[in-house]
T-cell receptor, first 114, second 112 residues
């Protein structure tokens, strides 16, 4: 596709539910990143993939958060037993990879936990 | 610890004036910096980047200045237009993997 696509755009979950957020990166992009953006804040790094390998997951806030990219393309961020503090916009970005290559962001998924 | 911050939460300018948005970073090991623009309901959009071996880089209507001595980054927008209204973030890439550390953002308001 022309850009990074994320779905759904909006998700409302009851506390305790599991959610899955999808990211379709730009075709051919090796690197894929997930960020969490709280209201009025800058994005915060969650995890990073190079192809199918998850090279850095240091930003995942708890073991309720899990990300995968099994075929090196589409990625899914899963949040188990959602809590109110998980409410945020979840952004996905992809890049060609390598030093200093531009990262392109999707529009994000706004998750609201009620 | 690693952090990137912005000096002013909101900047209001008159249409046609020049805008300057500032950023301070703390990780002296960072060698790549990027400015992003984020409009409401959208993801961050790349504006311009700069490497630490440069102190100035120009794009179309935008200029980024880097002062490594005081760890300061600025974004200058010439002839600011209403379409420039957005939140602007500076970000640093300390590990050269593309993993970015963002500041909190400056809201730019352009008055017609």
């Amino acid at each position: 596709g022309a850009g990074v696509s994320q779905s759904p755009r909006y998700k409302v979950a009851k506390r305790g539910q599991d959610v899955a957020l999808r990211c379709d990166p730009i075709s051919g992009h090796v690197s894929l990143f997930w960020y969490q953006q709280a209201l009025g804040q800058g994005p915060e790094f969650l995890t990073y993939f190079q192809n199918e390998a998850q090279l850095d997951k240091s930003g995942l806030p708890s073991d309720r958060f899990f990300a995968e990219r099994p075929e090196g393309s589409v990625s899914t961020l899963k949040i188990q037993r959602t809590q109110k503090e998980d409410s945020a916009v979840y952004l996905c970005a992809s890049s060609l990879g390598g030093e200093g290559t531009e990262a392109f962001f999707g529009q994000g998924t706004r998750l609201t936990v009620v | 610890g690693e952090s990137v911050g912005l000096h002013l939460p909101t900047l209001s300018v008159q249409e046609g004036d020049n805008s300057i948005i500032n950023c301070a970073y703390s990780n002296s090991a960072s060698d790549y910096f990027i400015w992003y623009k984020q409009e409401s309901g959208k993801g961050p959009q790349f504006i311009i980047d700069i490497r630490s071996n440069m102190d100035k880089r120009q794009g179309q209507r935008v200029t980024v200045l880097l002062n490594k001595t005081v760890k300061h980054l600025s974004l200058q927008i010439a002839a600011t237009q209403p379409g420039d209204s957005a939140v602007y973030f500076c970000a640093e890439n300390p590990s050269n993997t593309g993993k970015l550390i963002f500041g909190q953002g400056t809201t730019l308001q352009v008055k017609p």
